[in-house]
């Protein structure tokens, strides 16, 4: 008799756990977010390099726990002060394309909202076009950064969050890269990438809602 109140027991523990298991399944989502990055360390690139923005792209799927991985692409805008450096025009312009993949760790802080931390790694190329660069100016390297973002739903699968974050590249930012010997007037002689990012975004999900909408 015991045996079987412990059978029954313990079928009806596996079907509660299953059952919550398929109430939290767990869905794929895409996120985007409008990030402002802030060089750290990098007196002659901040005086030269006038950001437009950075634009982050990710599809993601959670699957322990709040943890999951995803794929991404950022890109980042920047146009070139021509005053930047005394003595030298350097009108022109440079980006950067990133390719990454990403794990992350979600944890909810509140009935409509939801916290994430994650980390990305990737490669990214910097493309440089100035008045004083050479032909087809590439650095590449590779990438590395940590971020957290706080969510807040607007419905079951659109939520919208503020992130902050810290990114590195493994290059550096020197005269050569834009085609000169030294920087002008400047002691400088150059730094490694290294960025601080505010940002704005959303996340959605694929999941058919509460009310049957998706």
Request: aromatic content about 14%; glycine content about 12%; hydrophobic content about 40%.
């Amino acid at each position: 008799m015991k045996a079987r109140l412990v059978a029954s027991a313990a079928f009806m523990l596996m079907v509660i756990c299953a059952r919550a298991q398929q109430q939290q399944s767990a869905k794929p989502t895409i996120q985007g977010f409008f990030h402002l990055p802030v060089a750290l360390g990098n007196p002659v690139f901040n005086d030269l390099a006038d950001v437009l923005g950075q634009v982050d792209g990710s599809f993601q799927m959670p699957f322990y726990k709040g943890l999951g991985a995803g794929l991404g692409v950022n890109a980042s805008f920047y146009e070139l002060n021509e005053h930047g450096l005394a003595t030298e025009v350097t009108d022109g312009s440079t980006t950067r394309m990133l390719y990454y993949g990403k794990l992350f760790w979600t944890h909810p802080t509140g009935k409509q909202s939801f916290l994430e931390l994650n980390a990305k790694l990737g490669q990214g190329t910097w493309a440089w076009d100035c008045t004083t660069c050479g032909n087809n100016e590439r650095q590449v390297a590779f990438h590395w950064a940590a971020n957290a973002a706080w969510f807040i739903h607007a419905s079951d699968n659109l939520a919208f969050g503020l992130s902050l974050g810290y990114q590195a590249d493994d290059s550096r930012f020197g005269p050569g890269v834009i085609g000169l010997q030294r920087f002008p007037g400047r002691t400088d002689t150059g730094a490694p990438y290294r960025f601080l990012t505010v940002g704005l975004g959303f996340s959605t999900g694929f999941e058919r809602s509460k009310d049957g909408i998706w």
